[in-house]
């Protein structure tokens, strides 16, 4: 038995985690954004049933409020999120950008795991 734990430490133990080239802080994310809203998703099915996400804005942090949203993309690794539905997202945007990619690398943050991180995170926005 006690080389059978031996041999156990000897032998190679992969792991594997979630981790993002050159992430941008979200003071950079602040500064560097035309726009910041709090976002909530709403479910529906589609006509084949699959399931997706529309967004409606429930509050404007930065410029001003967007005519449309561009299609939401939900990331597809297993470090993205799962996306609930009426769950609160705070977004950031610039003019021009075609799409919203809700993952884990992205910009973009859960607004209950920005409000337990950061406490303060709104006179970041606001001053």
């Not at 156990?8 to 993002?20: G, I, K």
């Not at 795991?113 to 606001?126: F, G, R, S, T, V």
Request: glycine letters at 4%; aromatic letters at 12%; proline letters at 7%.
């Amino acid at each position: 038995m006690k080389y059978l734990i031996y041999l156990a430490l000897l032998m190679p133990v992969y792991s594997f985690a979630c981790s993002c080239v050159d992430r941008p802080s979200f003071e950079d994310n602040v500064k560097s954004y035309d726009q910041i809203f709090v976002v909530e998703l709403d479910k529906y099915r589609n006509i084949i049933l699959k399931e997706k996400y529309s967004l409606s804005v429930t509050e404007i942090l930065k410029g001003i409020k967007p005519n449309a949203l561009p299609p939401l993309i939900q990331g597809r690794t297993s470090c993205d999120p799962t996306l609930k539905d009426k769950e609160k997202w705070i977004v950031f945007k610039n003019f021009g950008d075609n799409d919203i990619l809700l993952g884990h690398c992205g910009p973009h943050r859960i607004l209950e795991h920005i409000e337990e991180w950061k406490p303060d995170w709104k006179m970041q926005i606001n001053p």
